[in-house]
């Protein structure tokens, strides 16, 4: 859409600064429609600084201003680009307006389904293999908000690199090791019912895991029993090994179903059970590579210092020669690279794991992977209060169910939803959008409190908004009883809520390349929030039904082109556009 207008615009910076075109093509955006108002695109400041035309001190000793001033006084300007004026922001340009909107709406120009994935205009390396690890909970163990947080930042992280030409494997690393199981499997004895386990795995599991580590604060024997259990795993006996394989596979099928529900989807389901043996291989690597020391306490640790003074270590052994967590980390990172040979890992990981993965990706450096330095780990910050009708949230189908029922709650007040065929399946539908939205509101890194009420308001910046907005596009387009056209007379167009909302449109490739160089999902939600703001201000305006006919047309095709955005941007954050709510 954007990208011809782009690529004239570098083509007269590169001729008046003398500096290639390619490297001033990602720097010009398309100008915010709600504060511009002298020219559609804009080269802001700051990338003429990152690029060295100005110095960096400039702005701070006015001379910046000058020098694009200058700079902008050399440019010679050519068809598309009629106009090149600067001011506090940068350099905006005006261009032949007619030929913008016939290149943001007409079908010919380009794909609409494709909006916003043209990536090769911003450098991203399409092509690549990305290796996205994400939810990874722990079987029996409650999937917390960190858990809920990490699927969908991570299946954000995946749609994006893979609707930007990249192909993508998606790995949930289940916590499916350790003593835990030895416990679970005593308490399966104890307190565990075979048809609980059937019909509700997950839950059943993590009440027989709640009741054994009661037991077990009275009865040090169940203690021993789980060591004992968990030794016969760790050595394949068939018996310990069949019932573990049992609550793994019932568990993995339950989470596939809830998953789903949440849209969410897998490659491989693996986990720490797949690297106890080959820990045991790290181990000897590491000892004969030198790198490990035992301690005095007769643990293993690998110092990772840079001047050998142990003041950063990992412990990759217990004292009885045991592997832990990151030595089945290291394992797997090692697997992975072999089957894959990824050009960039991401960990999706709560930030209370921040040490761990520093030691890991240090260990492999030490170790001799050139690779270390592909992998990366996306730290996010805390949910605070997510509860349910059942108090502190335990399982992921309860937030779900939650979203759903307080949604639906919201939707009986409407008179719409009476004419609806499938109530509890829209309602399911925007109630998930609402959590999604609440959660990529703002920075990953940073906190944040679950409030459902403010999450399920139907006006402000919610999911259920971007939602209304979509349903009532389409709406529109049912009720219009005509066909979108292909094309329009950009004339027909000239209302400024129209021309708001084009200029919008068009700055969509932008907000996707913004989301993915700083991997923040709220690039994309706002820029959905603002054009669905844009989208409620056209709709108040810009009547179709009613219109002269070819006025109607030409508003029909901008709002359709609207919504198809609209789709595409909900379409990256996980969200799925309803119809009618
Ligand atoms: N199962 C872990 C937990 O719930 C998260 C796993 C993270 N991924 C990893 N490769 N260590 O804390």
């Given at each position: 859409m954007a990208c011809h207008f782009r690529r004239a615009i570098a083509g007269l910076i590169s001729k008046a600064a003398r500096i290639h075109e390619e490297k001033i093509v990602p720097l010009i955006q398309v100008s915010n429609p709600k504060t511009s108002s002298e020219g559609e695109f804009l080269l802001p400041i700051k990338p003429l600084i990152d690029i060295g035309v100005l110095p960096p001190d400039s702005v701070e000793s006015g001379t910046a201003q000058d020098t694009i001033a200058n700079l902008t006084n050399r440019i010679s300007c050519q068809h598309p680009v009629l106009k090149a004026v600067s001011n506090k922001y940068g350099i905006q340009f005006s261009v032949d307006q007619a030929l913008l909107i016939k290149s943001v709406l007409s079908k010919e120009q380009e794909d609409r389904e494709q909006y916003g994935r043209r990536?090769?205009?911003?450098?991203?390396?399409?092509?690549?293999?990305?290796v996205?690890?994400?939810?990874?909970?722990?079987?029996?163990?409650?999937?917390?908000a960190g858990h809920l947080r990490s699927t969908i930042m991570g299946n954000f992280i995946a749609k994006?690199?893979?609707?930007?030409?990249?192909?993508?494997?998606?790995?949930?690393?289940l916590g499916d090791w350790g003593v835990q199981f030895g416990l679970l499997a005593v308490g399966f004895q104890l307190f565990g019912s075979e048809e609980a386990l059937q019909t509700n795995p997950i839950q059943h599991l993590f009440e027989v895991y709640v009741k054994v580590n009661q037991a077990a604060e009275e009865d040090e024997d169940i203690h021993r029993q789980a060591r004992e259990f968990f030794r016969l795993l760790e050595h394949r006996d068939p018996t310990a090994l069949a019932l573990w394989t049992r609550f793994r596979d019932l568990s993995i099928e339950e989470y596939s179903r809830i998953y789903k529900r949440l849209g969410v989807q897998f490659d491989e389901y693996s986990g720490e059970s797949m690297y106890s043996y080959r820990s045991q291989q790290v181990i000897s690597q590491l000892r004969e590579?030198?790198?490990?020391?035992?301690?005095?306490?007769?643990?293993?640790?690998?110092d990772l210092s840079e001047d050998n003074s142990m003041s950063f270590y990992s412990t990759v052994t217990r004292s009885d020669g045991t592997s832990l967590y990151i030595t089945r980390d290291i394992a797997a990172a090692v697997d992975r690279y072999e089957r894959f040979k990824f050009d960039r890992m991401y960990y999706v990981v709560d930030k209370s794991q921040e040490d761990h993965f520093r030691q890991l990706f240090k260990t492999l450096e030490k170790m001799g992977y050139t690779w270390a330095d592909r992998c990366h780990h996306i730290k996010f910050g805390?949910?605070?209060?997510?509860?349910?009708?059942?108090?502190e949230v335990v399982l992921l189908e309860d937030i779900l169910n939650e979203a759903q029922r307080q949604m639906l709650d919201n939707m009986q007040q409407a008179a719409t939803t009476k004419h609806m065929d499938n109530p509890e399946e829209v309602a399911?539908?925007?109630?998930?959008t609402a959590v999604l939205a609440q959660d990529f509101r703002g920075k990953i890194l940073s906190d944040y409190k679950f409030d459902w009420n403010r999450a399920l308001q139907s006006k402000g910046d919610t999911g259920v908004f971007l939602q209304y907005t979509h349903a009532r596009l389409c709406s529109l387009e049912r009720e219009s009883g005509m066909l979108v056209p292909d094309s329009c007379d950009p004339a027909l167009l000239q209302e400024q809520q129209a021309l708001q909302l084009l200029q919008q449109i068009a700055g969509f490739d932008q907000a996707v390349h913004k989301a993915w160089t700083e991997l923040e999902p709220r690039h994309i939600l706002s820029y959905n929030l603002q054009l669905s703001h844009l989208v409620a201000a056209a709709h108040k305006s810009l009547k179709v039904k009613g219109s002269p006919k070819d006025v109607a047309e030409a508003r029909l095709l901008l709002f359709h082109a609207a919504r198809v955005t609209l789709a595409n941007g909900m379409d990256l954050l996980c969200m799925t556009p309803v119809d009618r709510m």
């Open positions: 990536s090769d205009l911003f450098g991203v390396r399409k092509g690549e293999k990305v996205v690890e994400y939810s990874s909970p722990n079987i029996a163990k409650p999937f917390h994006l690199h893979h609707a930007l030409g990249n192909k993508v494997v998606r790995i949930n690393y590579a030198g790198l490990l020391q035992i301690t005095e306490r007769g643990t293993g640790v690998v805390r949910v605070q209060g997510m509860k349910t009708r059942r108090g399911e539908t925007v109630g998930i």
